[in-house]
């Protein structure tokens, strides 16, 4: 199972892998094939901004 745990969209197995990785400030783009099925498709992660608690150094 890879480190997100993503489910295959066609065949509901979790034993697939990160082919591509994209990013931008606001998102990231994974293209990710299944290692059973061969199914590929494309997941979008949101980027939030953490925010520093105050005392701590970052």
């Known amino acids: 199972m890879n480190e997100a745990g ?8 979790f034993n697939n892998k990160i082919l591509q990785t994209r990013s931008s400030p606001f998102h990231i783009k994974r293209r990710r094939q299944c290692l059973d099925c061969e199914a590929r498709w494309t997941t979008y992660e949101r980027v939030r901004p953490c925010n520093p608690v105050e005392g701590e150094s970052v």
């Open 6 to 13: 993503m489910k295959c969209p066609q065949c509901s197995t």
